[in-house]
């Protein structure tokens, strides 16, 4: 078996690292050796969204970088696509392993169907049925070419099955980004940044906002930062700015109140400890909707759906929208007192890698 894993933006890393873990524990107790190559599609590519993520999460240096930076969705599937061939007609992969849903997640799959390698999707079926998201046409249509379904949350099961795909490629495994959550938690106590950024424990709030529909929108993204210059008089606010919102920072023409402090993206031991010593957290992300909830802290989400409905029904997340009026009242609620019950969703334990890897050794005998 031999499996080409794939990463391309700054959610991959933190999935990819746990996997990369299991194989290599797998190959030290069984005969039956499992093959990995990395390849990064370079989707991001700065130093801040990538490279110190493998610094911090030791992962290996990529084996092959392709290198394609930043484009239109269509140029930069495009690519991905035309040089990810190239490297699966060189390293005759028995399988393609893909995570998330970014771009490079369907490019390379839709290369590895079309070679008839096998597809491995980890975090399959997760749907928020808001097809102008580019991430749900890319969770929808890596799905329907998968073979083997990795899932976090039951939702996912029911959603695959509604679409037609077949039980037994659907394995509940847990949350790979949890792994890595759990292992690193320890570690980020280490970390100097409440120091660096003049933060006291509990009495600070973080935003992170990337979403296109939010920060491409100058009117929606304007509505927003009027929120937040209004919670920010109740509580100072830490904004690690993501790229993508960086021109639309810049077009507020200084419309900030300086109880904001923005700084340039946060890697990853240190954003882990930001998020695990704030008040709460304001996000249009997924995957901080997954975090905040395994570490017991009100995560507010900037959006009108998530495709992670568990850290609503199980978790600390609350969808609030984009208007004014919403946020800030529900930020309010938090500074009262009032959160909700929450608890760690099943099998969010810290073995999800572990169970992928025991299933794809079986899946090949
Ligand atoms: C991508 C994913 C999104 C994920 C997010 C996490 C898709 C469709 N979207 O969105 O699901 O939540 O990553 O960050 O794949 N840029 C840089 N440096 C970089 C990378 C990007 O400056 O290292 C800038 C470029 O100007 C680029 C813009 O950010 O045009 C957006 O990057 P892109 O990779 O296209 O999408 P994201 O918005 O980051």
């Known amino acids: ?15 990819i690292a746990p996997l990369m873990d299991a194989v290599i524990a797998h190959n030290h107790s069984s ?9 990064h599609t370079g989707q991001h590519y700065d130093e801040k969204m990538s490279r110190l993520f493998f610094d911090d999460l030791r992962i290996p240096k990529p084996d092959i970088d392709l290198e394609v930076g930043s484009a239109s969705h269509a140029e930069q599937t495009a690519l991905i696509m035309e040089r990810f061939e190239k490297v699966c007609l060189r390293e005759k992969p028995t399988h393609v392993l893909v995570v998330g849903d970014v771009n490079s997640t369907i490019a390379c799959a839709l290369v590895a169907s079309k070679l008839n390698i096998r597809i491995i999707h980890v975090e399959a079926g997760l749907r928020s049925y808001d097809r102008t ?10 799905d329907a070419i998968s073979d ?26 847990g949350n790979v980004m949890i792994d890595t959550l759990l292992k690193h938690k320890e570690k980020s106590q280490e970390s100097d940044i409440l120091n660096t950024l003049r933060l006291k424990a509990q009495d600070y709030a973080v935003i992170t906002l990337h979403r296109p529909s939010n920060v491409d929108d100058q009117n929606r993204f304007k509505e927003i930062f009027s929120a937040l210059n209004e919670i920010s008089g109740k509580i100072p606010l830490v904004f690690p700015i993501h790229p993508r919102a960086k021109s639309s920072i810049d077009k507020l ?31 249009d992300s997924g995957g901080i909707q997954e975090e905040t909830t395994v570490l017991g802290i009100p995560c507010l989400t900037i959006r009108e759906n998530t495709e992670r409905p568990v850290t609503i029904s199980q978790g600390t997340n609350k969808l609030v929208g984009t208007g004014k009026e919403r946020i800030v009242q529900e930020a309010e609620n938090i500074l009262y007192g009032n959160t909700q019950n929450s608890m760690i969703p099943e099998l969010w334990d810290g073995k999800a890698a572990e169970r992928i890897v025991k299933i794809l050794a079986i899946s090949e005998k």
């Open 1 to 15: 078996m031999k499996i080409i894993h794939v990463v391309g933006a700054r959610p991959n890393f933190m999935k």
């Open 31 to 39: 005969k039956r050796h499992i093959n990995q190559v990395l390849v």
């Open 133 to 142: 998201m580019p991430e749900e046409i890319n969770r929808v249509l890596t």
């Open 148 to 173: 083997l379904l990795f899932i976090t949350e039951k939702s996912a099961e029911e959603n695959l099955k509604r679409e037609g795909v077949n039980g037994d490629k659907i394995f509940f495994v």
């Open 253 to 283: 023409n200084g419309g900030v109140n300086n109880n904001i402090t923005f700084c340039e993206p946060l890697r990853y031991l240190d954003f882990l400890k930001v998020m695990s010593d704030a008040r709460f957290i304001l996000t």
